[in-house]
C-alpha cells in the first residue's frame, strides 16, 4: 500500500512547506498531498518538491474550474520536469458558490465539465511532448492555438498523474474515465462506501473509455485516530467529530450518511446550524458512526487496522503526521508497516 502525508494545517505558512515535505521524506511517506484553501496548491507543490528528492508530490487538490486549462498545464509541466517526474496534478471542482462568488469565474455541470477540462490537459501535453497540433474542441472548452515561442520544451516524464477528488457518483464515474488516481473525502473515505459506492461507479466510467479499472489508484483519506497510547487516540476520535460534526451539515457530503443508512443525520445538522444550535450539533455524530468512519488505534496497532479495513478498497491511504515531533521514530515503523508487502 502507498503511503501519502497530508498538509492538514491548511493555514501553514508557504515558508513551512520544505520543512514539512523534508519531514515527510523522512518518515518514509512516499508522497504529500498538498491542499489548496489558504495557499495556493501550486505554490506550495513547489516548494515541498524544490526541497525533497524522492517525494511524491499531489496537490489535493487546486481548484480547476477557477484557471485555465493552458494556465493549469503550464504550472504542471514546469513541476514535473522541475522534479524529475515527481509531480502529480490533482483537481477538483469546487462548489458552485465558490467558483462564483469567490473566484469570479462561471459555473457549469462539474462532471462532464471536468471530463473536459482533463481532454484540454491532455492535449495541451500531447502538443508540447509530440509537437501534436493543438485542436481540443469540447462543449466547454476550444483550445486551438499554440504558437511555437508559447510551446515549452518536450520533457523527461511527460506523463503526469492525473488525480481527481471525487465526491457523488457522477464525478467519481469521470474519475473512472479520465483519472490516474482518485483521492476519497475524508466524510467518504469508510472502507464500505470505498467498496460499495466507489468503486462500481469507478468500474462503469474506467469500462466506458475502454480502461483497465485496477489501473486507477484509490487513496483512502480516513480521519484516522491514533498516537503514543490510549488516551492520545482518543483525543484524536473527539477532534474527528468535531469536523464531521460540522462537515456533515453540507449537503454535498451526504451520500457516506445515507450509504450507512444514516440519512438523517445531514438534516438534522443542517437544520442546528440554521438555528445557530452549535453546542447541540455534536451528539447527532454518535459514537457507533466513529467506530465505522474514524480508525482508531495506537501506532502500535494503527498499521494492522488500516490494512485490514482497506484491503480492497485502496490501493494507497493519506495519513496525517504526528503532532509531537517526539513520535517520529515510532510513527516512521507505522508507515514501514503498510508500505509493506
Known amino acids: 500500500m502507498r503511503v501519502?502525508?497530508?498538509?492538514?494545517?491548511?493555514?501553514?505558512?508557504?515558508?513551512?512547506?520544505?520543512?514539512?515535505?523534508?519531514?515527510?521524506?523522512?518518515?518514509?511517506?512516499?508522497?504529500?498531498?498538498?491542499?489548496?484553501?489558504?495557499?495556493?496548491?501550486?505554490?506550495?507543490?513547489?516548494?515541498?518538491?524544490?526541497?525533497?528528492?524522492?517525494?511524491?508530490?499531489?496537490?489535493?487538490?487546486?481548484?480547476?474550474?477557477?484557471?485555465?486549462?493552458?494556465?493549469?498545464?503550464?504550472?504542471?509541466?514546469?513541476?514535473?520536469?522541475?522534479?524529475?517526474?515527481?509531480?502529480?496534478?490533482?483537481?477538483?471542482?469546487?462548489?458552485?458558490?465558490?467558483?462564483?462568488?469567490r473566484f469570479g469565474m462561471p459555473w457549469s455541470a462539474p462532471a462532464a465539465r471536468m471530463r473536459d477540462y482533463v481532454g484540454a490537459l491532455r492535449a495541451i501535453f500531447d502538443c508540447w511532448q509530440n509537437g501534436t497540433p493543438l485542436r481540443y474542441e469540447s462543449e466547454s472548452y476550444s483550445l486551438t492555438r499554440m504558437q511555437p515561442f508559447f510551446s515549452p520544451a518536450p520533457i523527461e516524464h511527460p506523463e503526469i498523474p492525473i488525480v481527481l477528488g471525487a465526491i457523488g457518483p457522477r464525478m467519481t464515474a469521470v474519475a473512472g474515465e479520465v483519472a490516474d488516481k482518485v483521492v476519497a473525502h475524508p466524510t467518504n473515505s469508510s472502507p464500505s462506501y470505498l467498496r460499495d459506492a466507489m468503486a462500481p461507479k469507478l468500474e462503469e466510467g474506467a469500462r466506458r473509455a475502454g480502461r483497465d479499472p485496477r489501473a486507477i489508484e484509490v487513496i483512502a483519506n480516513p480521519m484516522t485516530a491514533t498516537g503514543p497510547g490510549e488516551a492520545a487516540a482518543q483525543a484524536e476520535r473527539e477532534a474527528a467529530r468535531e469536523v464531521l460534526t460540522f462537515t456533515y451539515s453540507t449537503p454535498a457530503y451526504w451520500a457516506t450518511l445515507e450509504h450507512h443508512g444514516w440519512g438523517d443525520v445531514g438534516p438534522a445538522l443542517l437544520e442546528k446550524t440554521r438555528s445557530g444550535d452549535w453546542a447541540g450539533m455534536k451528539s447527532l455524530v454518535t459514537d457507533d458512526m466513529l467506530d465505522v468512519l474514524v480508525p482508531q488505534a495506537t501506532y502500535a496497532g494503527i498499521a494492522d487496522l488500516l490494512r485490514s479495513r482497506y484491503a480492497g478498497a485502496a490501493t494507497a491511504i493519506s495519513l496525517r503526521m504526528p503532532k509531537d515531533a517526539a513520535d517520529d521514530e515510532l510513527f516512521a515503523e507505522v508507515v514501514a508497516a503498510l508500505r509493506s508487502p
Do not use: C
Open 4 to 101: 501519502y502525508a497530508s498538509v492538514d494545517d491548511i493555514h501553514l505558512p508557504l515558508g513551512a512547506y520544505p520543512a514539512h515535505a523534508q519531514r515527510a521524506e523522512r518518515l518514509g511517506f512516499d508522497g504529500l498531498i498538498v491542499p489548496e484553501a489558504v495557499n495556493d496548491g501550486i505554490l506550495g507543490s513547489l516548494l515541498a518538491l524544490e526541497h525533497t528528492e524522492r517525494l511524491q508530490v499531489l496537490t489535493g487538490v487546486v481548484v480547476a474550474f477557477a484557471r485555465s486549462p493552458m494556465l493549469l498545464a503550464q504550472d504542471a509541466w514546469g513541476l514535473a520536469g522541475m522534479s524529475g517526474g515527481r509531480f502529480g496534478l490533482g483537481v477538483g471542482p469546487q462548489v458552485k458558490g465558490n467558483v462564483e462568488k
